[in-house]
Nanobody
Framework: QVRLVESGGGLVQPGGSLRLSCVAS????????MGWFRQAPEKEREFVAA????????SYVDSVKDRFTISRDVAKNTVSLQMNSLKPEDTAVYYC?????????????????WGQGTQVTVSS
């Protein structure tokens, strides 16, 4: 069982930055690939980024490449998403998720554990 708690969301102007964090409970953090998803109003939940169990491989949706960076700190049981050059279309609720699969899963159905979400709003 894994419990995930996100933080770091908020309101930011276009071009600004935010850093999301997700703390995982339990001692098995390193046995899960971790991912970030987002869901805008009236849209499907979409993949944003993922990092493998050992942190050696990352994957991003094309729309955030070169702007977002996912990382994990095993000692702190934390996965983070550094978001730079934010755009209004990045506005959504962002969810942290854990997957027992290998690699960097991009499908939401590969993730068995989810956080409660944190709102990110990019607006002037």
């Amino acid at each position: 069982q894994v419990r995930l708690v996100e933080s770091g969301g908020g309101l930011v102007q276009p071009g600004g930055s935010l850093r999301l964090s997700c703390v995982a409970s339990g001692r098995t953090f390193s046995t899960y690939a971790m991912g970030w998803f987002r869901q805008a109003p009236e849209k499907e939940r979409e993949f944003v980024a993922a990092i493998s169990k050992n942190g050696g491989t990352t994957s991003y949706v094309d729309s955030v490449k070169d702007r977002f960076t996912i990382s994990r700190d095993v000692a702190k049981n934390t996965v983070s998403l550094q978001m730079n050059s934010l755009k209004p279309e990045d506005t959504a609720v962002y969810y942290c998720a854990a997957s027992a699969n290998s690699g960097t899963p991009r499908s939401r159905y590969a993730y068995g554990y989810w956080g409660q979400g944190t709102q990110v709003t990019v607006s002037s």
